[in-house]
């Protein structure tokens, strides 16, 4: 038995949640985040939940100081040390343009070009040695890195996924001058072919391991000092989690962790109620985001871009951002159409009902119009500003121009936000190969309990899922996340040339890696296990399709009856007259927590009835027009209660709304589970 | 018919754009060729049933496809009515014909009648670049084929597949026709399930909102993007505005060709007169008109991104038949060279004009080359056939908001290169170098971006090595004072002894040995604005990275970096002082 604190750091607040394994009891806290360090914030919200440090069993944290970083550029001066004559491969990328249409935009490399030195040496594609290492050129390089202030230093060669042995030497060469851990090795982030992506993946692992060092450094100090005597975990974008005192090593799996906790909870959370298939919804501000989960587990990418031209190819929860938050401007274009969109307000100056001085009106004002949601119960809110006031800017900016009354203009701006965002949505399943309709969406976050319901009966989606606490959902996932280390390995040969023991071999290898890297972290798990897949592709063919292994090995006749049997659900097409071959083989070792009882979430109305939940009505527009709708308080919703839509639910950080047609129930573990009908 | 309400046609507008990208989207996920899964050398679209207009069209789509499939759809639509052809479901028309609104040859259409309740609705069409169909070189890109027979297998209109059932017999005859045909099936496949995902979800949006209303809002939004184009127009003074653009040669005879382009501007109307351009070409860098068109639409649309794209969007945009030209070949002219290189030289002209006329929109001239070369052989070692295509890109021009990018997509393009790993795995080369072209960057204000060097090696037995490139002769136009970037070059190096090709940008079978190399550098973009005014401390930074040597800091920007790195701005004030006399 043991105390667990997951800490979720967002744009603007710091959640907490807290369970206490022994006496069932669950605490949560929320405080404000803080920008600049987000290890005060981090402390503040251990105060605010009243248990002392001390008495922790585990603080597992989600942060987003590499994402930031990142973002914001705030990296390492980092040096690259690469092949004679590709020391440009960072800086040319693979030929594109920031969007299909318009010549205009910039892009930086992350590496500067005076920081990047090239070395005799060359491998080929098979792993055989052109040209030797020139061993006095890497101690060279370095020192003239050094000298030109490098921090961190990234080992770059070609063709090093298949053989290592000359980033490994050079690797030990640069290690006795570099005066800091800061070197990293391109093969050893990312085993995988295409000189670009694993370039790069290396080059942001650089970039924020200083960054990344420092702080997880001094809050594991901060924490010590207040009696903290366990292993601090920190969230990776793998959806688990690893030992602060290794985090650092492999800095890039950090980043994009804020929405894998998310959808890691979101996996947790539907599975035990019985919905192992979800679309998750994640709408913030400006942004939403997307995942998919299937048979409770969180598909997982390989190839996501944090931004233009900055691929991070290390394994992570496949989460798809579109552009549309709460703070999406409505405004109509100059053929008279309306649109919602890309364009946000963000969080400043906001939606208008902010009252930060924002005017042009957003998705948030519409709902706000509509009684979707309390005007006097908005977090973000600065000044309040009148609803008369806002609904005369949407009457403004969108009613008049269109011919529509302001309610109308209103309601106008949520069916287009909706179908676009539907729209995205689907596109994203479809491009991941799922027809949404076999799945359930799970809506949370500040704002998806608000649209989720039209959502679902756009995409056709027969069930809704809102978890007991939208709001604290990121933290949740730190909760329960498991300890997790992913390895990929690239083969890229065709699958008749491959020996039989292959896989077994190379899956073997990856998992006394991970075990290994587990034995150092010093954390309670209850048992190992590993999953793992193989990506496969008719020779010809640039897309690839993964395949879940069945166990630890397959034999080369296994690899093509599966390959077989996924292409035919996939794209319903046979192909026996080409031949497949086995591109990449993936390892996750997982060490399993002990699960979690997710009821205790939703403390709080468990005996009670529904009507002490009914805390008021109000009148609220739905398509079929404006209706009297009854007001519940979520946290008073005792377990089996039912009731239809039209219906409002409120809790602290999350408004849901019922369309009419729906029928809502809350089922035992506290979520509301929504039918929608028509 | 009532006015249709703004919500709903907001929403059918969504719907019909998500009809086309879920068609883009089924065909490159299945397709086989690398041109249409890697490269998305493909694009798919709603077009009108009477007309062919195009209605809607994917966003993920290759830029040149915008506009040219109605017209290919409008030559299927005119061999129904000429031919008296009966239409059924399931059918689906095959043409490639580069003279009935085609491009190249290996721009393969799909166009597919598409019924609702029991009458022709309108028309599905797709295009996917295949990677052969026939002729005097793999791939298609001869550089000196003089009649389009000698280019590849030519397709009019006819169904390759009727009611829903391929038809074996024409298949067969591609398949005869074509290099590495096993494959192909695959692609067929695919073209054909996404113009059959396209009429399920069409289907969709039918039933939902009506086959009137949807019918309705269709001539709305028509008129709506014309609308939004002409206010976009509108913007621009009014006035004639003359540009031009140069083709090396057209790979048979070295002589460049000329494109005229003269801008007119009234009102909300744009006329495009490209007279005065130099007449047909005996070798393949003619243009037909329907690739003509859509270069003009393209430019447009990288001008005017945020205008949507359908029938009306181009209905302010008058072109004069360019009648007489290169810019209209006709049977049976060799016109493989249209889509990859004029088409950007043509979107090239269109800039080099507007920029005089709204300077802030626009941008220096781009790299605007495909930079196709190829290099076919048989690999010794593992007894094999191959040929490897290597795709180029080269620096943007520089524009009112900054630098061009290094290394961008060619214009008509959103394509990535294939990954020297993955070349190196299949093909018996190996790469020596894979840099930046150093002082490629027009010289501007804003700088134009850089170009690539890159050499390859033959590792084991003969090859032989083609290319279509352009900009070897002059480097793309610098606008506004700005300079021109660095131009296109090849060499090879051959026992020894180098061998440039006489047209610079376009040669065919240069054989090579193991052993031997191949060189080439791609254009910078052009420079944006007087390079005497860009910032001193860029230059420097400029110098620092390698982007330009001390005395092109000196020659170029008039600014004097030290030996050491340092600005020197003393001598740099001299040397903006005595400055040459503007051109």
Same mark, same amino acid.
């Given at each position: 038995m043991?105390?667990?604190?997951?800490?979720?750091v967002?744009?603007?607040?710091?959640d907490?949640?807290?369970?206490?394994?022994?006496?069932?009891?669950v605490?949560?806290?929320?405080?404000?985040?803080?920008?600049?360090?987000?290890?005060?914030?981090?402390?503040?919200?251990?105060?605010?939940s009243?248990?002392?440090?001390?008495?922790?069993?585990?603080?597992?944290?989600?942060?987003?100081?590499?994402?930031?970083?990142?973002?914001?550029?705030?990296?390492?001066?980092?040096?690259?040390?690469?092949?004679?004559?590709?020391?440009?491969v960072?800086?040319?990328?693979?030929?594109?343009?920031?969007?299909?249409?318009?010549?205009?935009?910039?892009?930086?490399?992350?590496?500067?070009?005076?920081?990047?030195?090239?070395?005799?040496?060359?491998?080929?594609?098979?792993?055989?040695?052109?040209?030797?290492?020139?061993?006095?050129?890497v101690?060279?390089?370095?020192?003239e890195?050094?000298?030109?202030?490098?921090?961190?230093?990234?080992?770059?060669?070609?063709h090093?996924?298949?053989?290592?042995?000359h980033?490994?030497r050079a690797?030990?060469?640069?290690?006795?001058?570099?005066?800091?851990?800061?070197?990293?090795?391109?093969?050893?982030?990312?085993?995988?072919?295409?000189?670009?992506?694993?370039?790069?993946?290396a080059?942001?692992?650089?970039?924020?391991?200083?960054?990344?060092?420092r702080?997880?450094?001094?809050?594991?100090g901060?924490?010590?000092?207040?009696?903290?005597?366990?292993?601090?975990?920190?969230?990776?974008?793998?959806?688990?989690?690893?030992?602060?005192?290794?985090?650092?090593?492999?800095a890039?799996?950090?980043?994009?962790?804020?929405?894998?906790?998310?959808?890691?909870?979101?996996a947790?959370?539907?599975?035990?109620?019985?919905?192992?298939?979800?679309?998750?919804?994640?709408m913030?501000?400006?942004?939403?985001?997307?995942?998919?989960?299937?048979n409770?587990?969180?598909?997982?990418?390989?190839?996501?871009?944090?931004?233009?031209?900055?691929?991070?190819?290390?394994?992570?929860?496949?989460?798809?951002?579109?552009?549309?938050?709460?703070?999406?401007?409505?405004?109509?274009?100059?053929?008279?159409?309306?649109?919602?969109?890309?364009?946000?307000?963000g969080?400043?100056?906001?939606?208008?009902?902010y009252?930060?001085?924002?005017?042009?009106?957003?998705?948030?004002?519409?709902?706000?119009v509509?009684?979707?949601?309390?005007?006097?119960?908005?977090?973000?809110?600065?000044?309040?500003?009148?609803?008369?006031?806002?609904?005369?800017r949407?009457?403004?900016?969108?009613?008049a121009?269109?011919g529509?009354?302001?309610?109308?203009?209103?309601?106008?701006?949520?069916?287009?936000?909706?179908?676009?965002m539907?729209?995205?949505?689907r596109?994203?399943?479809?491009?991941?190969?799922?027809?949404?309709?076999?799945?359930?969406?799970?809506?949370?976050?500040?704002?998806g309990?608000?649209?989720?319901?039209?959502?679902?009966?756009?995409?056709?989606?027969?069930?809704?899922?809102?978890?007991?606490r939208p709001?604290?959902?990121?933290?949740?996932?730190?909760?329960?996340?498991?300890v997790?280390?992913?390895?990929?390995?690239?083969v890229?040969?065709?699958?008749?040339?491959?020996?039989?023991?292959?896989?077994?071999?190379?899956?073997?290898?990856?998992?006394?890696?991970?075990?290994?890297?587990?034995?150092?972290?010093?954390?309670?798990?209850?048992?190992?296990?590993?999953?793992?897949?193989?990506?496969?592709?008719?020779?010809?063919?640039?897309?690839?399709?993964?395949?879940?292994?069945?166990?630890?090995?397959?034999?080369?006749?296994?690899?093509h009856?599966?390959?077989?049997?996924?292409?035919?659900?996939?794209?319903r097409?046979?192909?026996?007259?080409?031949?497949?071959v086995?591109?990449?083989?993936?390892?996750?070792?997982?060490?399993?927590r002990?699960?979690?009882?997710?009821?205790?979430?939703?403390?709080?109305?468990?005996?009670?009835?529904?009507?002490?939940?009914?805390?008021?009505?109000?009148?609220?527009?739905?398509?079929?027009?404006?209706?009297?709708?009854?007001?519940?308080?979520?946290?008073?919703?005792?377990?089996?209660?039912?009731?239809?839509?039209?219906?409002?639910?409120?809790?602290?950080?999350?408004?849901?709304?019922?369309?009419?047609?729906?029928?809502?129930e809350?089922?035992?573990?506290?979520?509301?589970?929504v039918?929608?009908?028509? | 018919?009532g006015?249709?309400?703004?919500?709903?046609?907001?929403?059918?507008?969504?719907?019909?754009?998500?009809v086309?990208?879920?068609?883009?989207?089924a065909?490159?996920?299945?397709?086989?060729?690398?041109?249409?899964?890697?490269?998305?050398?493909?694009s798919?679209?709603?077009?009108?049933?009477?007309?062919?207009?195009?209605?809607?069209?994917?966003?993920?789509?290759?830029p040149v496809?915008?506009?040219t499939?109605?017209?290919?759809?409008?030559?299927v639509?005119?061999?129904v009515r000429?031919?008296?052809?009966?239409l059924?479901?399931?059918?689906?028309?095959?043409v490639?014909?580069?003279?009935?609104?085609?491009?190249?040859?290996?721009?393969?259409?799909?166009?597919?009648?598409?019924?609702?309740?029991?009458?022709?609705w309108?028309?599905?069409?797709n295009t996917?670049?295949?990677?052969?169909?026939?002729?005097?070189?793999?791939?298609?890109?001869?550089?000196?084929?003089?009649?389009?027979?000698?280019?590849?297998?030519?397709?009019?209109?006819?169904?390759?597949?009727?009611?829903?059932?391929?038809?074996?017999?024409?298949?067969?005859?591609?398949?005869?026709?074509?290099?590495?045909?096993?494959?192909?099936?695959?692609?067929i496949?695919?073209?054909?399930?996404?113009?059959?995902?396209?009429?399920?979800?069409?289907?969709? +949006?039918?039933?939902?909102?009506?086959?009137d209303?949807?019918?309705?809002?269709?001539?709305?939004?028509?008129?709506?993007?014309?609308?939004?184009?002409?206010?976009?127009?509108?913007?621009i003074p009014?006035?004639?505005?003359?540009?031009?653009?140069f083709?090396?040669?057209?790979?048979?005879?070295?002589?460049?060709?000329?494109?005229?382009?003269r801008?007119?501007?009234?009102?909300?109307?744009?006329?495009?007169?490209?007279?005065?351009?130099?007449?047909?070409?005996?070798?393949?860098?003619?243009?037909?008109?329907?690739?003509?068109?859509?270069?003009i639409? +393209?430019?447009?649309?990288?001008?005017?991104?945020?205008?949507?794209?359908?029938?009306?969007?181009?209905?302010?945009?008058?072109?004069?038949?360019?009648e007489?030209?290169?810019?209209?070949?006709?049977?049976?002219?060799?016109?493989?060279?249209?889509?990859?290189?004029?088409?950007?030289?043509?979107?090239?002209?269109?800039?080099?004009?507007?920029v005089?006329?709204?300077?802030?929109r626009?941008?220096?001239a781009?790299a605007?080359?495909?930079?196709?070369?190829?290099?076919g052989?048989?690999?010794?070692?593992?007894?094999?056939?191959?040929v490897?295509?290597v795709?180029?890109?080269?620096g943007?021009?520089?524009?009112?908001?900054?630098?061009?990018?290094?290394?961008?997509?060619?214009?008509?393009?959103?394509?990535?290169?294939?990954?020297?790993?993955?070349?190196?795995?299949y093909?018996?080369?190996?790469?020596?170098?894979?840099?930046?072209?150093?002082g490629?960057?027009?010289?501007?204000?804003?700088r134009?971006?850089?170009?690539?060097?890159?050499?390859?090696?033959l590792?084991?037995g003969?090859?032989r090595?083609?290319?279509?490139?352009?900009?070897?002769?002059?480097?793309?136009?610098?606008?506004?004072?700005?300079?021109?970037?660095?131009v296109?070059?090849?060499?090879?190096?051959?026992?020894?002894?180098g061998?440039v090709p006489?047209?610079?940008?376009?040669?065919?079978?240069?054989?090579?040995g193991?052993?031997?190399?191949?060189?080439?550098?791609?254009?910078?973009?052009?420079?944006?604005?007087?390079?005497?005014?860009?910032?001193?401390e860029?230059?420097?930074?400029?110098?620092?990275?390698?982007?330009?040597?001390?005395?092109?800091?000196?020659?170029?920007?008039?600014?004097a970096?030290?030996?050491?790195?340092?600005?020197?701005?003393?001598?740099?004030a001299?040397?903006r002082?005595g400055?040459?006399?503007?051109?």
């Amino acid at each position: 038995m043991t105390t667990i604190a997951g800490i979720d750091v967002g744009g603007t607040f710091t959640d907490l949640v807290l369970f206490d394994e022994a006496s069932g009891e669950v605490r949560v806290a929320k405080v404000p985040t803080t920008v600049d360090n987000q290890a005060f914030g981090v402390l503040a919200a251990l105060a605010e939940s009243g248990v002392a440090p001390a008495a922790l069993g585990a603080v597992v944290h989600g942060t987003t100081t590499t994402t930031n970083a990142m973002l914001e550029r705030k990296v390492a001066r980092v040096g690259l040390i690469t092949t004679r004559g590709f020391r440009d491969v960072l800086e040319l990328g693979r030929r594109t343009r920031p969007k299909p249409y318009g010549l205009t935009g910039t892009f930086r490399p992350l590496v500067d070009r005076e920081l990047r030195l090239e070395v005799e040496e060359r491998m080929d594609a098979e792993g055989n040695v052109v040209r030797p290492l020139d061993e006095a050129g890497v101690a060279r390089a370095a020192k003239e890195l050094l000298e030109r202030g490098a921090e961190a230093v990234v080992i770059h060669f070609l063709h090093s996924y298949i053989n290592p042995a000359h980033e490994n030497r050079a690797a030990e060469i640069v290690r006795r001058v570099w005066p800091n851990p800061y070197v990293t090795v391109g093969h050893a982030i990312v085993s995988e072919y295409r000189e670009y992506e694993r370039g790069v993946t290396a080059a942001v692992n650089a970039c924020i391991q200083p960054v990344l060092h420092r702080y997880v450094g001094r809050l594991a100090g901060e924490l010590a000092a207040r009696g903290f005597a366990r292993e601090l975990l920190v969230m990776q974008g793998n959806g688990g989690t690893v030992s602060a005192s290794i985090v650092a090593e492999a800095a890039v799996n950090t980043v994009m962790s804020g929405p894998a906790s998310g959808v890691i909870a979101a996996a947790y959370t539907a599975s035990q109620s019985g919905f192992p298939n979800v679309i998750t919804y994640d709408m913030g501000g400006t942004s939403s985001d997307v995942a998919l989960i299937q048979n409770g587990l969180p598909q997982v990418s390989t190839e996501l871009e944090l931004e233009y031209a900055m691929p991070i190819h290390v394994p992570m929860v496949d989460v798809h951002t579109i552009g549309a938050g709460g703070g999406s401007i409505a405004f109509v274009d100059e053929a008279g159409m309306l649109q919602v969109g890309p364009e946000s307000a963000g969080a400043n100056p906001g939606p208008i009902c902010y009252g930060r001085g924002g005017a042009r009106p957003t998705i948030t004002d519409a709902n706000l119009v509509l009684g979707r949601l309390d005007p006097q119960k908005l977090l973000a809110v600065e000044r309040a500003v009148p609803v008369g006031a806002i609904r005369a800017r949407i009457d403004e900016a969108v009613g008049a121009r269109l011919g529509l009354a302001p309610d109308a203009a209103a309601a106008a701006i949520l069916r287009i936000a909706n179908d676009r965002m539907a729209g995205a949505i689907r596109m994203v399943s479809l491009a991941r190969g799922h027809d949404p309709r076999d799945f359930a969406l799970f809506a949370f976050g500040g704002a998806g309990p608000l649209h989720a319901c039209a959502l679902a009966r756009e995409l056709a989606i027969p069930r809704v899922l809102i978890p007991a606490r939208p709001g604290l959902t990121n933290a949740l996932g730190c909760v329960v996340a498991d300890v997790r280390h992913d390895f990929v390995r690239t083969v890229n040969r065709p699958l008749d040339a491959v020996a039989d023991d292959l896989v077994a071999n190379v899956v073997a290898e990856q998992i006394a890696e991970g075990e290994a890297l587990v034995a150092r972290e010093r954390v309670e798990v209850e048992r190992l296990e590993t999953v793992h897949r193989v990506d496969m592709q008719f020779q010809g063919q640039s897309h690839i399709l993964s395949v879940a292994l069945p166990g630890r090995a397959a034999t080369r006749a296994e690899l093509h009856r599966l390959f077989e049997a996924a292409y035919w659900q996939r794209f319903r097409v046979e192909l026996k007259e080409i031949r497949p071959v086995l591109v990449n083989v993936h390892t996750a070792v997982i060490g399993k927590r002990r699960p979690l009882p997710l009821a205790l979430l939703a403390a709080g109305g468990l005996a009670g009835s529904l009507e002490d939940a009914l805390v008021g009505r109000r009148r609220v527009w739905f398509e079929s027009g404006w209706a009297d709708t009854p007001v519940y308080r979520r946290d008073a919703i005792p377990p089996g209660a039912r009731f239809a839509g039209p219906a409002i639910v409120e809790q602290l950080d999350a408004t849901t709304v019922i369309e009419p047609g729906c029928e809502a129930e809350a089922d035992r573990l506290g979520n509301l589970v929504v039918a929608v009908n028509g | 018919m009532g006015a249709i309400d703004p919500v709903t046609l907001a929403v059918i507008q969504n719907g019909l754009q998500q009809v086309c990208n879920e068609m883009d989207l089924a065909f490159v996920r299945a397709a086989f060729s690398p041109v249409i899964s890697e490269a998305l050398d493909r694009s798919d679209g709603i077009y009108h049933r009477d007309n062919g207009e195009l209605i809607a069209q994917g966003e993920l789509g290759l830029p040149v496809f915008v506009g040219t499939m109605q017209f290919s759809t409008q030559a299927v639509i005119e061999r129904v009515r000429t031919l008296g052809l009966a239409l059924d479901e399931g059918d689906v028309f095959i043409v490639n014909d580069p003279y009935l609104g085609g491009t190249h040859l290996m721009d393969v259409k799909f166009v597919k009648p598409f019924f609702y309740g029991g009458r022709l609705w309108c028309w599905l069409a797709n295009t996917g670049h295949w990677p052969d169909t026939g002729g005097m070189v793999p791939g298609g890109f001869s550089a000196n084929a003089t009649e389009v027979e000698q280019e590849g297998l030519r397709l009019p209109p006819v169904k390759l597949f009727k009611k829903g059932v391929l038809d074996a017999e024409i298949l067969s005859i591609i398949l005869s026709n074509i290099r590495i045909a096993d494959q192909r099936i695959g692609d067929i496949k695919a073209q054909a399930a996404a113009l059959a995902i396209g009429e399920r979800r069409l289907a969709a +949006l039918l039933d939902r909102y009506g086959a009137d209303t949807v019918d309705r809002a269709i001539a709305e939004l028509k008129a709506r993007a014309a609308q939004q184009m002409r206010a976009r127009i509108a913007t621009i003074p009014d006035g004639t505005y003359a540009g031009q653009a140069f083709v090396d040669s057209d790979g048979v005879v070295d002589e460049p060709l000329r494109i005229a382009m003269r801008i007119e501007k009234s009102g909300d109307r744009l006329r495009f007169d490209m007279a005065g351009s130099s007449p047909p070409c005996r070798g393949p860098m003619n243009s037909v008109i329907a690739t003509t068109k859509s270069s003009i639409y +393209l430019a447009m649309k990288h001008v005017f991104p945020e205008v949507p794209i359908n029938a009306g969007t181009f209905e302010p945009l008058e072109i004069v038949p360019p009648e007489g030209t290169f810019l209209y070949a006709q049977y049976p002219r060799p016109v493989s060279g249209c889509a990859a290189e004029v088409s950007q030289r043509i979107a090239e002209a269109v800039f080099s004009a507007l920029v005089r006329a709204i300077p802030e929109r626009l941008f220096a001239a781009p790299a605007g080359t495909s930079g196709n070369l190829s290099v076919g052989g048989t690999d010794p070692q593992r007894g094999r056939a191959y040929v490897m295509y290597v795709i180029s890109g080269g620096g943007y021009g520089g524009s009112a908001s900054g630098d061009g990018i290094s290394n961008g997509c060619s214009t008509i393009g959103i394509s990535k290169t294939t990954p020297i790993e993955v070349m190196e795995q299949y093909y018996p080369v190996l790469f020596e170098e894979y840099s930046l072209h150093e002082g490629s960057g027009g010289a501007g204000e804003h700088r134009g971006g850089f170009g690539v060097n890159y050499k390859i090696r033959l590792r084991r037995g003969e090859a032989r090595v083609s290319m279509v490139m352009d900009h070897g002769r002059a480097g793309p136009q610098g606008a506004l004072g700005g300079a021109e970037g660095g131009v296109n070059r090849v060499r090879i190096v051959r026992g020894g002894q180098g061998y440039v090709p006489a047209h610079l940008s376009k040669d065919q079978d240069i054989r090579i040995g193991a052993g031997d190399l191949i060189e080439v550098s791609t254009p910078g973009g052009g420079g944006y604005g007087d390079p005497f005014a860009r910032d001193p401390e860029l230059v420097a930074i400029d110098v620092g990275r390698g982007y330009y040597t001390r005395s092109e800091a000196a020659e170029r920007f008039g600014v004097a970096v030290a030996e050491d790195g340092t600005l020197d701005l003393a001598r740099t004030a001299a040397l903006r002082a005595g400055r040459r006399p503007q051109a």
